[in-house]
């Protein structure tokens, strides 16, 4: 028998991987590096550096004249953790600063206040806030974005929630 190389197959010589038979539905096979394998399911570890950020998404919702004291909803069509949330405001805003505070059904989401300053704002000023805790939703809870309105100018912000999809 000739000695074949896997590249130079041809379809119908083509085969399933070593134990395609008995592997577990929704699983692949894993190689570890020593010429063999198994069929499982991919652990966040094993996956190439490459990929970045595989589970993060970001929701976006604009503010209308943060500077009216208001509260804003936003419902988070997934399950998962609030890991970042960043405000860029549409222009100047002035008087005092705004600040925005921020709840998932009603809790508080921990260490989530943002300060947009008013001196030296300006359109396209980016705030930002890393939460610590409370910050767990479910698929279809809302997320509240509550303005103090303490600035003037009737200027608009752009909120990106970036989530950790569970």
Known sequence: MANVQHKNLTTTELHE??????????TVYVFNGSGSGTAQKIAPSQIATSV?????HALNYDFEDISTAASKWVVVPFAGDVQKIWSVIHG???????????????TAITNSAITIAHSGSAAGVVDSSSPTGANTFTAGLPIEIISDGASTNAVNATFTFEMDIA
């Open 17 to 26: 991987p070593k134990s395609a038979d008995s592997a577990a539905a929704n």
């Open 52 to 56: 970045k950020n595989v589970n993060l």
């Open 92 to 106: 100047a805003i002035s008087g005092a600063n705004c600040g925005f505070t921020f709840e998932i059904g009603g």
